[in-house]
């Protein structure tokens, strides 16, 4: 049985490669979950060509949870999806100089850093949370400008942040770049994405200096933001180091955003996972 509705399920919900959630199967003909948990009118698809025909009755007496469960799903956070995709032949040999720099850093023989820019607004991520049946669990919101963010981020945790309540621009990451510089005492790689202001004027003009300095930028190649630790840096202080009270008002969040940058690599730690070279 579980076997057929593996195979099934491939052919006629799209394959193995989609996350399915349960307007999917509500829609295919098994019914609401949040109904009685059965099909309600299984005589309907019985006949030839309908559901009960491939999989038999017994499938009706499954709701949709127990079925996504008995195939080994699992009720989980859908991910965003980047339309674009790098070329291929750009980012594989971008990744192996990547790798290359992560061997070198763990050997002690460079600093690796990884940089990026994010904005936390008064509207919170919300997290998943507990909640009992007649309890109603929010997070306040309001529409507005919050603080954004700027950070360089080692997987040893260590990091140089900054914050602005201005737009971020290429000359406000060129600052913090420059001021970065002075700080280095080793040969330091500093990771970037392709962003705008990134490749910005400003920052072509100081490249060469830093270079002298013994700070070099390397861009990730084209739609790869999961080579970039930072990004985990700011998931954690989105969904788990800001509290639904920090976003009561724009200095709360401002005050809290801070504080958490600055506990980062002290009280605030992050297991990063290995850079994985295939």
Avoid at 134 to 149: F, H, L, R, S, W
Avoid at 172 to 190: A, Y
Avoid at 266 to 271: A, M, Q
């Amino acid at each position: 049985m579980a076997e057929t509705l593996r195979r099934r399920r491939h052919q006629r919900l799209g394959g193995a490669t989609g996350t399915r959630t349960e307007s999917h199967f509500t829609r295919a003909g098994f019914g609401s979950h949040q109904g009685t948990g059965k099909v309600g009118a299984a005589a309907d698809f019985t006949g030839a060509g309908g559901v009960g025909a491939e999989f038999g009755e017994a499938v009706f007496a499954l709701d949709a949870q127990a079925i996504f469960e008995k195939n080994g799903s699992r009720y989980k956070r859908i991910r965003k999806r980047l339309k674009g995709k790098p070329n291929e032949q750009v980012y594989q040999v971008k990744k192996e100089v990547l790798g290359r720099f992560e061997q070198m850093s763990r050997k002690g023989l460079i600093d690796l850093y990884y940089g990026d820019e994010a904005g936390v607004s008064l509207e919170p991520n919300v997290p998943y949370g507990w909640q009992f049946r007649d309890e109603a669990v929010a997070m306040p919101t309001a529409k507005g400008t919050g603080i954004n963010c700027f950070a360089l981020v080692s997987r040893s945790n260590r990091s140089w942040t900054a914050t602005s309540e201005q737009t971020m621009s290429g000359g406000f990451v060129m600052e913090q770049l420059e001021r970065f510089s002075f700080s280095i005492r080793e040969i330091t790689v500093v990771v970037l994405d392709n962003a705008r202001i990134h490749h910005s004027k400003q920052i072509r003009e100081r490249t060469e200096a830093w270079q002298a300095r013994g700070l070099f930028i390397f861009y990730l190649p084209t739609y790869s933001p999961h080579l970039n630790i930072s990004e985990t840096l700011w998931r954690k202080l989105k969904y788990e180091w800001l509290a639904p009270e920090d976003y009561t008002c724009r200095e709360q969040l401002k005050y809290s955003v801070k504080q958490a940058l600055s506990a980062f690599g002290k009280s605030l730690r992050i297991k990063f996972a290995e850079f994985k070279s295939i």
